[in-house]
């Protein structure tokens, strides 16, 4: 079975410092990783997403992936309160238009 | 909010009673997906469709049917609802930018007593 793991949390960050969170994942086949935001009682936004090794950066957020580890994470520099939600690890694979979702970790940013 | 609606956003039903959910989408994305969230399970993906009147199952379909008569609609059916089908659901779409990304729309909070 695909699984996708995370920490549920929660994970309590100063604001202003930064936010790791991670997530493992257990296909080897799966090429695609995704962040989405889930605040209290609202559906998933996309952060972002990525596929290749190394890192990708979008504003605060950087999203790193070791495919070698099938390891990715979710960086949020700089954390503001508005940043405390839930977020959501999904991966994926190119060609399957499904995506195996993890439970998700809890964030608070505290000011 | 990529276009999508859902309707009704609350329904509070009773056990054995039918209810359908409907999707709704304005840009003529192929693929369509309906997922349930409960607590320490995540999002699970129910069924999904890859056009119209294509579908398939995912991994939590029994007691669900689904069906696609438009490109825009995708519906979702609890032939008899029972009480572990409380939930909220959701449904998706999926976009292609550098690859198949998938949207959410605004959710369904169902209770079924």
């Known amino acids: 079975q695909k699984e996708v793991e995370q920490n549920s949390g929660p994970l309590s960050v100063p604001e202003g410092a930064i936010a790791s969170l991670n997530c493992t994942y257990s296909?080897?086949?799966?090429?695609?990783f995704f962040w989405y935001r889930q605040y209290s009682g609202k559906s998933p936004e996309l952060i972002m997403f990525?596929?290749?090794?190394g890192d990708k950066e979008d504003g605060r957020f950087t999203a790193q992936l070791n495919k070698a580890s099938q390891y990715v994470s979710l960086l949020i520099r700089d954390s503001q309160p508005s940043d405390s939600a839930t977020y959501l690890c999904a991966g994926g694979n190119f060609g399957n238009e499904k995506l195996t979702f993890g439970t998700g970790t809890r964030l608070t940013i505290i000011p | 909010d990529a276009g999508i609606t859902q309707s009704p956003r609350h329904k509070v039903t009773e056990t054995g009673t039918p209810v359908t959910l409907r999707c709704h989408q304005t840009e003529n994305h192929r693929y369509m997906y309906w997922y349930r969230q409960d607590p320490g399970h995540g999002l699970r993906l129910i069924h999904y469709s890859y056009g119209v009147k294509d579908t398939d199952k995912g991994e939590v379909s029994d007691g669900y049917s689904v069906s696609r008569s438009k490109t825009e609609d995708f519906l979702l059916t609890l032939e008899s609802a029972t009480s572990s089908q409380t939930s909220v659901y959701f449904c998706a779409i999926s976009v292609k930018l550098r690859q198949e990304t998938q949207y959410f729309g605004p959710g369904t909070r169902l209770l079924v007593l």
């Open positions: 990525i596929y290749s090794n």
């Open positions: 296909d080897r086949g799966s090429q695609s």
